[in-house]
């Protein structure tokens, strides 16, 4: 395979975000050209698109009005999390700051049907708790209407169709959600899931009368579906099932009652398109056979004539495709580019599964160079976030670089992870957290048996709660490893939670644990107590700025780690967060992941 290096690899570009243009005709979408994610404008497919904003820090969305020639977008600054709302003129030629206030997190709600307010969310009165705020198209700061005081995490989801009431979701967990109907006029919020079963609604879209929201949900199931939510009555009913798979993205529109939804299924997506026919009844309208991969940021245009999605295959990076409703007519929009990499060299894996200690099959993607010899491979174990996360088919330049130079790279959805069922997810719970490093060495164990694998050169890699298990891997299992990376992960459960964002606490201790309750176990896992036992050189990075798992986490592995003798690289950027959304900070940060990776093994 040709030697392209992982500047190169970290160079492919990837477009997402789409949002339609008033007439339809236009879209803008995000893509990282400059190095992070900017705003762009396309004025039709494969034209020359024009850049609209022009900073060095991320662009995280951008929303163009209903009515008018102008977009809102949202910008953190150094990865600190606490987004800006802007105003941006469709050609790019002014910018207007629309909250201004640094100290505080903004969480955009959308713009009201008419385009002349918009809602959002933020924890300006307390750090800990998020309230909605309703302003004016031109107005900024101080000017926001406090419509919704919140208890916790609330934000704002969407207009009803004739602007008199605001959809609020609620988040207690990543698995405990509600939903609320506020009334601008009088104040009044309605509940509209009081149950105390902890449930999933999420992509929650007004009906086209206000009378009933569409969502995805799994009250009553173990895998989310497509629901209707009545406004009246709180009843749920089905309107589109997956079976044993989520339905993980919905778009629907207010006036048509046209929808587009994806099915995730083993991680690959679906999907489908139809029209509202009844209260629960639609008839499918098309199914179209996109490239094999991952779906998401599906949008529909003016009319609902027509929707955008972003197409991403371990093999094709990701662009932004947009299709009729009919589904014969499906264009790609945006042409993100290789860095000159051939498209052909980009490896597919394989979807494995295989058995852990409770007779459990572990679903894993498996990718092996095509000339591997047998027993002469390396291989990187790649461990994703979370834990309520999935690693599905996208398009991965890590695993890639490491492929075209000769590793397999093996990326587990141990239990815990999200896309197969609730029941799945809460088995890592708490006091079972450690199962879950338990399905890690059932992997390594199983790739041991594979032919082309060296067992005495394999990497732990991962990052945030990935980090966490290669920190637990490495002191639980540390025979099975060559050398571990830990990027922004949690070495300290205890530290973790005292010091994460305060706004993110509660959610955390819904899944790990909490300090009243659950200190002495959270210690016990703790890979900070078990540092002893680690053997394999660690590689440890991590973002000055990020507000979810602090910078101490980091400092404390990487001296305690040190008194123990294992050699250990450290990495810290003074202008990031959790993770690294610089290209330049990407480079000097793989770069040296790479080279400690090829140097120990």
Known sequence: MAGYDIERYLNVRSASGASFGPDGERLSFLIDTTGTNQVWRLDSPGAWPDQLTFAEERVTFADWSPTREELAFGMDEGGNERVQLYRLAADGSTVDPLTGMPDAKHLWGGWSQDGNRLAFASNRRETSVFDVYVQGREEGGEDAELVCEGDGWLSAAGWSPSDDRLLLHESHSSFDHDVYVLDLASGERTH???????????????????????????????????????????????????????VD?????????????????????????????????????????????????????????????????????????????????????????????????????????????DGREIPAFFTTPPDAGAGETPVIVDIHGGPEAQRRPSFHPLAQYFVGRGFAYFEPNVRGSAGYGRAYTHLDDVEKRMDSVRDIEAGVQWLHDQPAVDPDRIVALGGSYGGFMVLAALTQYPERWAAGVDIVGIANF????????????????????????????????????????????????????????????????????????????????????????????????????TEFIEEHV
Request: charged share 25%.
């Open 192 to 246: 509209l899931t009081p149950s105390e079963e902890a449930v999933r609604y999420q992509g929650v879209h007004w009906g086209p009368d206000g009378s009933a929201i569409y969502l995805l949900t799994d009250w009553g199931s173990d895998t989310l579906y497509f629901g209707r939510l009545d406004v009246e009555s709180g009843d749920i009913s089905v309107v589109a099932e997956g079976g044993d798979w989520n």
């Open 494 to 593: 205890e530290t973790f939670l005292e010091n994460t964002g305060s706004w993110r606490r509660e959610h955390r201790e819904a899944e790990y644990g909490s300090l009243a309750a659950d200190r002495e176990f959270l210690a016990e896992i703790s890979p900070i107590n078990n540092i002893e036992s680690i053997a394999a050189p660690l590689f440890v990075a991590h973002g000055a700025q990020d507000p979810r798992v602090p910078l101490g986490e980091a400092e404390q592995v990487a001296e305690r780690a040190r008194e123990q003798g294992v050699p250990v690289e450290m990495l810290v950027f003074e202008d990031e967060g959790h993770g690294f959304a610089k290209l330049s900070n990407r480079i000097e940060a793989y770069t040296a992941i």
């Open 249 to 357: 993205r919905l778009a629907l529109d207010d006036e048509t009652g046209r929808f587009v939804f994806a099915g995730n299924v083993d991680g690959y997506s679906s999907l489908t398109v139809g029209e509202l026919t009844g209260e629960t009844t639609y008839r499918t309208l098309a199914e179209p056979q996109l490239s094999e991969g991952v779906y998401s940021g599906l949008e529909l245009g003016p009319a609902a004539e027509q929707f955008a999605v972003t197409v991403s295959g371990r093999s094709r990076n990701a662009n932004v495709y947009v299709a009729d409703l009919a589904g014969e007519d499906v264009t790609r929009w945006t042409d993100a580019a290789t860095a000159g990499i051939p498209r052909q060299t980009f490896v597919e894996p394989a979807l494995v599964r295989y058995p852990t200690f």
